[in-house]
């Protein structure tokens, strides 16, 4: 590792927001038209996820990140860049996200027993994170929140490389947020989601299997996100419906069209990110029973909030 560090973190910024700004140069290209899915109502540019990797990967190899892990983040942002420009195949798309999954699952040494868990657990949060990136500043928030729980945790269990570098996404997404704060500039695109959601759930995995953290850590971490796209996606699912077409049926989604607006939307819900990942660090210095009282009444509380804006509809 570098003799400094946390210097990777305001260059990861820096990075990410002058990507996104160069992007932004050409804002007349590979523009995301509104369409009856849509939340946007005017031509905006997508891409802005290309800024967010180009300072992880930056970053990462600044830092002595695992060399694997960083070609899967690259790996993934390039199959998501072809995706966003010609629209891949469902099942070509899922292919390669279990089959990072489980690059991941040999780069740390997991049991062969628990590939199978593993890998499913990583790749619906490599898709649900897509799933949930169709809001001004929804993904860019969840980023900063859920990402710096876990920078806190790994500095806590004494893994100054994943901390930092941890620190360095949170950056990279406040730096994209420049641009995507409603009204949003510049969308990121599933060359940017696809990697965050890849790697919140397999970096959850990382410090759940060397102990830096407990299971529950991961999931009350990105909770607003896990909760909302499971609820969502297993309700289609009961409805027969094709999971993995766009809809506009998620909570989020439902609340724009409520009249919160973007703004407000993603205000109330960038409050509950903050909450739940401050609530997670200062769990983890509690005793395990607390751990396992508090988490349910946290997500219990999350449902409710979730079933009581629905009905307002």
Request: net charge positive; proline share 5%; charged share 10%.
């Amino acid at each position: 590792m570098t003799d400094n560090p946390w210097l990777a973190v305001p260059v990861s910024f820096a990075l990410s927001w002058a990507v996104i700004g160069l992007r932004l140069r050409f804002a007349d290209r590979g523009l995301d038209q509104p369409n009856h899915r849509s939340l946007h109502e005017r031509p905006t540019p997508h891409g802005g996820g290309i800024g967010i990797v180009l300072a992880l990967l930056v970053t990462g190899a600044w830092l002595g990140v695992s060399n694997l892990l960083l070609a899967m983040v690259l790996g993934l942002a390039l199959l998501s860049l072809a995706d966003d420009l010609r629209h891949l195949p469902f099942w070509l798309r899922l292919a390669v996200h279990l089959v990072a999954a489980a690059v991941l699952c040999h780069l740390i040494a997991l049991p062969v027993v628990w590939w199978l868990p593993a890998m499913l657990a990583i790749g619906w949060m490599t898709n649900l994170y897509n799933f949930m990136d169709g809001a001004d500043g929804l993904a860019g928030s969840q980023g900063v929140a859920g990402f710096a729980a876990y920078a806190a945790g790994f500095a806590m269990a004494g893994d100054s490389t994943q901390a930092t570098w941890c620190a360095a996404v949170v950056a990279a997404c406040a730096g994209f947020l420049c641009f995507n704060w409603p009204p949003a500039r510049i969308f990121m695109g599933d060359v940017g989601s696809v990697p965050l959601g890849f790697l919140a759930g397999g970096l959850g995995l990382m410090g759940i299997w060397q102990g830096a953290w407990p299971a529950w850590f991961p999931v009350l971490a990105f909770a607003p996100f896990v909760l909302d796209a499971s609820a969502t996606l297993a309700r289609r699912a009961l409805a027969g419906k094709r999971v993995w077409e766009a809809h506009r049926e998620h909570l989020y989604q439902r609340m724009v069209q409520m009249g919160y607006g973007h703004r407000g939307m993603t205000l109330r819900w960038a409050a509950l990110m903050v909450a739940g990942a401050a609530f997670a660090i200062g769990l983890l210095a509690l005793p395990a029973w607390v751990q396992w009282i508090a988490v349910p009444a946290w997500l219990t509380f999350l449902a409710w909030l979730g079933i009581r804006t629905i009905r307002k509809q």
